[in-house]
């Protein structure tokens, strides 16, 4: 309490911190009284944890080589012919296990799925290769229905469009040469040229 604007004098008995106030001994001034806090190892760690998730999402705004690939939520993706999409990713279905997997394993991209391994600018022509193979392998193998060369084309253009947009201005990828399809004759028949498999 205050007595005309100075703080009241306690008494001089002392009480214990958790019961009443503590008398401080120069000035003879009540203080409330004080909670001993403790330091738990959980708390410790905590700033240490709070940095590393700070680190990280500063990494993954400034590299968008670091963010994971995601093209399977690309609504293009979807789109897409069963047999083409599953090239570009094998989602679930495990489509492409007779070719070597699908084109993040043909990259050599490892588990977690970036999109610098995914989107490697001088991986474009190899991508785009073996996203004409493996649609013309799966779509005549399982679906028993060849792909149009629109369907390839679109296949192609999804994955380039969708590393150009997760990479930015760091997706320059060489120049990509796409050959038409060979055709051996028969209608809606195409064979695979060179073996990424």
């Known amino acids: 309490m205050y007595v005309g604007g100075r703080p009241e004098p306690c008494s001089p008995i002392f009480f214990s911190s958790q019961v009443g106030p503590l008398l401080h001994p120069s000035s003879r001034t009540c203080f409330p009284p004080r909670r001993m806090s403790r330091t738990y190892p959980s ?25 994971p690939a995601t093209i399977t939520k690309d609504s293009n993706w979807m789109t897409l012919k069963k047999c083409v999409n599953q090239c570009i990713w094998d989602q679930g279905s495990n489509d492409t296990p007779d070719i070597g997997g699908d084109l993040a394993d043909h990259l050599s991209c490892g588990s977690p799925y970036v999109n610098g391994c995914y989107c490697n600018p001088q991986s474009a022509t190899l991508a785009h290769s073996f ?64 073996n990424l498999w």
């Not at 410790?44 to 963010?67: D, H, K």
């Not at 084309?153 to 947009?165: D, F, L, N």
């Not at 997706?171 to 051996?184: F, G, K, M, R, W």
């Open 43 to 67: 708390q410790a760690l905590l700033p240490v944890a709070l940095l590393f998730l700070l680190a990280t999402a500063t990494a993954q705004l400034v590299n968008p080589g670091t963010r």
């Open 131 to 194: 996203i004409t193979m493996c649609a013309n392998y799966l779509c005549n193998s399982y679906y028993k229905s060849p792909p149009a060369q629109t369907d390839i084309e679109s296949g192609t253009a999804v994955y380039a469009s969708y590393c150009t947009s997760a990479m930015g201005a760091a997706y320059t990828p060489e120049s990509i040469s796409q050959a038409p399809l060979p055709n051996t004759g028969a209608p809606g028949t195409y064979f695979a040229v060179g």
